[in-house]
């Protein structure tokens, strides 16, 4: 009989951090796993959820969809079965009964997920729900050690038949676009990148106040293009001591990395100033570094790429104006080469790993094979 699953009640709590501690054992770092507190509050949360299935009178498996309404985005995470009962398709029917209900809700025009490459089955377990490859985020530091995430992402019926035509993107980019381009109206033009010349830096003042932040990012960016970053929040100021430029990001020390989703007067400002932007965030425990930017922002994907920031996925669709939906790019700057041997990242994914270490040699590897950066 196939699984069935219903919507989590408090009461389900206790049961949930057993499932999670006998899936992930006792050293699982995530709050949604560990912390009953979080776990009641986001059962509770209108923006979360929360669905079980129960068997012999306890609760054998889990999964949490959250909803972004203002950008019309989903996403999935925390799966978990029971090893007792894995193996029946479970996971499976998890996956499409919580995409199925947010995509039918009226709230979502995508739902995405990501998939570690410890092993294939969560990834294909998404495939098979119909979820397409969006590419892969190399050398993210996640609880103090580096992994390789696959980034995948599912849309509402006659979403992607509205992607807004791109005229010209950086050639860096094709094989990435060529992986993504159904349903793309008109393919674009893969021209030359353009050459940026970097500015010369100078000291950034760092403002760690999140509430402070958030309040400041939301009364000076106005415009829904210059802060769309999905799911995420901002606690972390960079103001140039010249007041050229303010850059917003979302700091993670403990993991290792810093999202940038908003600069002031513009993004093209801060553009010839990324070189100390990067070692700024290196010397706060941040080597990684990401972004998102839509895909027909040539001159910006030009400077980021010149800067060594590298494209690792191509969402399509994933922002609506008006009557269409844009494109956006993950770039992302991380100072480790590229490896992934031993990482089980299925087929799927193939276009994505070879144009990742194909444009990662060519940007910092000189001709005698010698790393430079």
């Given at each position: 009989?196939?699984?069935?699953?219903?919507?989590?009640?408090?009461?389900?709590?206790?049961?949930?951090?057993?499932?999670?501690?006998?899936?992930?054992?006792?050293?699982?770092?995530?709050?949604?796993?560990?912390?009953?507190?979080?776990?009641?509050?986001?059962?509770?949360?209108?923006?979360?959820?929360?669905?079980?299935?129960?068997?012999?009178?306890?609760?054998?498996?889990?999964?949490?969809?959250?909803?972004?309404?203002?950008?019309?985005?989903?996403?999935?995470?925390?799966?978990?079965?029971?090893?007792?009962?894995?193996?029946?398709?479970?996971?499976?029917?998890?996956?499409?009964?919580?995409?199925?209900?947010?995509?039918?809700?009226?709230?979502?025009?995508?739902?995405?997920?990501?998939?570690?490459?410890?092993?294939?089955?969560?990834?294909?377990?998404?495939?098979?729900?119909?979820?397409?490859?969006?590419?892969?985020?190399?050398?993210?530091?996640?609880?103090?050690?580096?992994?390789?995430?696959?980034?995948?992402?599912?849309?509402?019926d006659g979403v992607l038949e509205q992607r807004a035509q791109v005229h010209k993107v950086p050639r860096s980019l094709e094989k990435l676009v060529m992986a993504t381009?159904?349903?793309?109206?008109?393919?674009?033009?893969?021209?030359?990148?353009?050459?940026?010349?970097?500015?010369?830096?100078?000291?950034?003042?760092?403002?760690?106040?999140?509430?402070?932040?958030?309040?400041?990012?939301?009364?000076?960016?106005?415009?829904?293009?210059?802060?769309?970053?999905?799911l995420h929040r901002p606690n972390v100021l960079l103001a140039d001591e010249r007041g050229e430029y303010q850059i917003y990001g979302h700091l993670n020390r403990h993991?290792?990395?810093?999202t940038i989703f908003g600069a002031t007067p513009s993004p093209q400002a801060l553009l010839p100033h990324l070189g100390g932007v990067i070692d700024t965030l290196a010397?706060?425990?941040?080597?990684?570094?990401?972004?998102?930017?839509?895909?027909?922002?040539?001159?910006?994907?030009?400077?980021?790429?010149?800067?060594?920031?590298?494209?690792?996925?191509?969402?399509?669709?994933?922002?609506?104006?008006?009557?269409?939906?844009?494109?956006?790019?993950?770039?992302?700057?991380?100072?480790?080469?590229?490896?992934?041997?031993?990482?089980?990242?299925?087929?799927?994914?193939?276009?994505?790993?070879?144009?990742?270490?194909?444009?990662?040699?060519?940007?910092?590897?000189?001709?005698?094979?010698?790393?430079?950066?």
């Amino acid at each position: 009989m196939a699984p069935e699953f219903e919507p989590a009640r408090l009461d389900d709590v206790d049961d949930l951090l057993r499932l999670y501690r006998r899936a992930h054992g006792a050293n699982y770092p995530i709050a949604m796993g560990t912390d009953p507190d979080v776990m009641a509050a986001e059962i509770e949360a209108a923006h979360t959820t929360w669905l079980v299935w129960r068997g012999d009178g306890r609760v054998v498996a889990s999964i949490t969809g959250h909803v972004e309404s203002a950008d019309r985005l989903g996403k999935i995470a925390g799966l978990v079965v029971d090893p007792d009962v894995q193996g029946g398709g479970i996971a499976h029917r998890a996956v499409g009964q919580i995409t199925g209900r947010m995509l039918a809700s009226g709230e979502v025009d995508s739902v995405y997920g990501t998939a570690r490459t410890i092993h294939l089955a969560p990834q294909r377990v998404c495939l098979r729900n119909g979820f397409h490859p969006l590419g892969l985020v190399p050398n993210l530091f996640k609880h103090a050690k580096r992994e390789t995430m696959t980034l995948l992402a599912k849309h509402r019926d006659g979403v992607l038949e509205q992607r807004a035509q791109v005229h010209k993107v950086p050639r860096s980019l094709e094989k990435l676009v060529m992986a993504t381009h159904a349903k793309m109206p008109v393919l674009p033009e893969f021209v030359e990148d353009t050459a940026f010349t970097a500015a010369e830096s100078s000291r950034l003042e760092v403002v760690e106040a999140p509430q402070f932040v958030q309040r400041h990012f939301e009364h000076t960016i106005n415009d829904p293009a210059r802060r769309f970053y999905p799911l995420h929040r901002p606690n972390v100021l960079l103001a140039d001591e010249r007041g050229e430029y303010q850059i917003y990001g979302h700091l993670n020390r403990h993991d290792g990395y810093c999202t940038i989703f908003g600069a002031t007067p513009s993004p093209q400002a801060l553009l010839p100033h990324l070189g100390g932007v990067i070692d700024t965030l290196a010397g706060l425990g941040a080597p990684h570094v990401e972004t998102l930017v839509p895909l027909h922002e040539f001159d910006e994907l030009s400077a980021l790429l010149a800067f060594g920031f590298l494209p690792v996925a191509l969402y399509p669709a994933m922002r609506k104006d008006g009557d269409v939906y844009h494109d956006y790019v993950v770039m992302v700057h991380t100072p480790q080469p590229p490896d992934f041997r031993g990482l089980a990242i299925d087929e799927a994914f193939r276009p994505f790993t070879e144009q990742y270490i194909e444009l990662w040699t060519q940007k910092f590897l000189n001709t005698n094979g010698v790393y430079w950066s």
